[in-house]
């Protein structure tokens, strides 16, 4: 399995644009094995699937934040990228990077996480 | 969007104790539903897919059941190791859902 390490601002201020990047090693980016997807997890609650993106730049986002994420993908550096604007206190979260298979969508590999902290 | 529940929110229980989490779809998923575990602080660790169908790893005492809209995780005796939170996934389609999870802690 892949390993994936997320990385970023851990703060944001309200109205800006959240930017993280999600590492991938152990394997490439560019394989047509993965989707890569992006999970944010607020504090003390549950798992919210943000979007994924696959090796072609396909992409496919969760209605609910939909018109303000945008999720990237880099194969030279190997890694993807997840932006999300107009952020406000309610973006507050741990944010995961994650992939599943080309033939399933559950989550087998995870990055360890990193909490983002919307604040002015 | 496919709603999940988890029932209960939280079960406590003891070391060799059975444990049962029940997860519900708000429509047929047929079986495709992942289970996850969590523990404080670090990212959730994949377990069971397919609704029954365990991780490469993963141990036996962790069961999984069910199709349609009612799902089961089954600890058959419960270890140290196990006391975490417990998330049910549905990827039946898009996008995909979790359930708000069950933590199991110490009785």
């Known amino acids: 399995q892949v390993q994936l390490q997320e990385s970023g601002p851990g703060l944001v201020k309200p109205s800006e644009t959240l930017s993280l990047t999600c590492t991938v090693s152990?394997?490439?980016?560019?394989?047509?094995?993965?989707?890569w997807s992006w999970i944010r997890q607020p504090a003390g609650k549950g798992l919210e699937w943000i979007g994924r993106i696959y090796s072609s730049g396909s992409t496919k986002y969760n209605p609910s934040l939909n018109s303000r994420v945008t999720i990237s993908i880099d194969k030279s550096n190997n890694q993807f990228s997840l932006k999300l604007s107009s952020v406000t206190a309610a973006d507050t979260a741990v944010y995961y990077c994650?992939?599943?298979?080309?033939?399933?969508?559950?989550?087998?590999?995870w990055g360890q996480g990193t909490l983002v902290t919307v604040s002015s | 969007d496919i709603q999940m529940t988890q029932s209960p929110s939280t079960l406590s229980a003891s070391v060799g104790d059975r444990v049962t989490i029940t997860c519900r779809a708000s429509?047929?998923?047929?079986?495709?539903l992942a289970w996850y575990q969590q523990k404080p602080g670090k990212a959730p660790k994949f377990l069971i897919y397919?609704?029954?169908t365990l991780e490469s790893g993963v141990p036996s005492r962790f069961s999984g059941s069910g199709s349609g809209t009612e799902f089961t995780l089954t600890i058959s005796s419960l270890q140290p190791d196990d006391f975490a939170t417990y998330y049910c996934?549905?990827?039946?389609?898009?996008?995909?859902?979790f359930g708000p999870g069950t933590k199991v802690d110490v009785k």
């Open positions: 397919k609704a029954s």
């Open positions: 996934q549905q990827y039946s389609s898009s996008p995909f859902t």
């Open positions: 152990g394997g490439s980016i560019s394989s047509s094995s993965h989707y």
């Open positions: 994650a992939s599943s298979g080309n033939y399933y969508d559950y989550f087998d590999s």
């Open positions: 429509q047929s998923i047929s079986s495709w």
